[in-house]
């Protein structure tokens, strides 16, 4: 038995995948947001989850854990129990604003690669997280949504297109091994954008596309061509806009008064502002929180 508790505080308790699907639905008509208790194993849950349910209800479902370990149980046990769902997850950093570390670009990566397909309603996936990936912060889902590229074949690429990638946090590298990376070679352009499982690879002929490819970052060997819109979103949840270097500058400068420093000091960590040298720490404290 499992019992499920609407937004508005009105619950009711279900069995079967029917008293799933009227919960959901209670929780659309009284809020959108549910808690569900009773499950003693994470597995019980995806059993039900992976079920079908009535069309209308047929859009991205957020799971919250408590903790990763529950999230990664509940995907085994979805993928034991059907073979078409998938399961993303929201991971959270495993660093503190104030170990003087970088976030790894991966577990970046991987948090734009979920916001994206939840923001897309990606088919046949459910979402996952825990309480503590959704609470820390990361990029304005309107801002992820229009920073975004999209090309398909015949279409031309832009002229300033290391410098759109450059400016969407991409790196530029000799060889595409890694999510946020990309490299020009003549004719050939391959992006790995976290908006995709695989790295791309566009074939120009001039600045036309000839073709598009999902290519293996391993080998280096291309698929078969891609029908569908190649996307690009932005490799980092922080992008360091015109806005938010103004944004960031005066929040410094209002800091600043209260500590006692040189006057140079000061004019250098403005300076280095400015020009995009942000300190590790930095990318924690200047983004809004996530919404879902």
């Known amino acids: 038995m499992a019992s499920a508790t609407s937004s508005t505080g009105s619950g009711f308790e279900f069995h079967t ?35 079908e349910l009535p069309p209308a209800l047929q859009r991205p479902m957020v799971f919250v854990f ?33 170990s003087g570390l970088y976030q ?14 939840l923001g897309a309603k990606t088919p046949d996936t459910l979402f996952t997280a825990t309480v503590e ?6 990029i304005p889902k309107t801002l992820l949504s229009k920073s975004g590229l999209k090309y398909r074949k015949g279409q031309d690429i832009s002229e300033t297109l290391s410098d759109d990638l450059l400016r969407l946090g991409y ?3 000799p060889l595409v091994e890694d999510v946020g990376s990309f490299a020009i070679r003549g004719s050939v ?20 596309i000839e073709s598009v490819r999902h ?9 078969d061509e891609l029908t569908t819109t190649a996307t690009i979103v932005p490799a980092k949840e922080f992008l360091l806009t015109d806005e938010a270097k103004e944004t960031a500058s005066q ?13 140079t000091e000061t004019r250098e960590l403005l300076q280095s502002l400015a020009l995009g040298h942000l300190f590790p720490a930095s990318t924690f404290f200047y983004r809004p929180s996530i919404r879902l």
């Open 133 to 138: 990936s959704l609470s820390q912060r990361t």
């Open 17 to 51: 995948l029917n008293g799933l699907a009227r919960a959901i639905e209670y929780g659309d008509q009284s809020g959108g947001r549910l808690e569900l208790v009773g499950f003693d194993r994470p597995e019980v849950l995806a059993m039900l989850a992976v079920q």
């Open 66 to 98: 408590a903790t990763d370990a529950d999230a990664a149980d509940f995907e085994s046990a979805v993928r034991f129990f059907s073979s078409a769902a998938r399961v993303s997850h929201l991971p959270s950093f495993d660093i503190s604003a104030y």
């Open 189 to 208: 352009v391959d992006i790995f954008s976290p908006a995709h499982d695989l790295p791309l690879r566009f074939d120009l002929f001039g600045d036309t």
């Open 251 to 263: 929040w410094f400068k209002r800091d600043l008064q209260s500590r006692k420093l040189e006057t």
């Open 104 to 117: 790894s670009p991966r577990t970046v990566a991987s948090r734009v690669h979920w916001l994206w397909n």
């Open 215 to 223: 290519f293996n970052p391993t080998d280096q060997r291309s698929a």
């Open 171 to 173: 790196q530029s590298s």
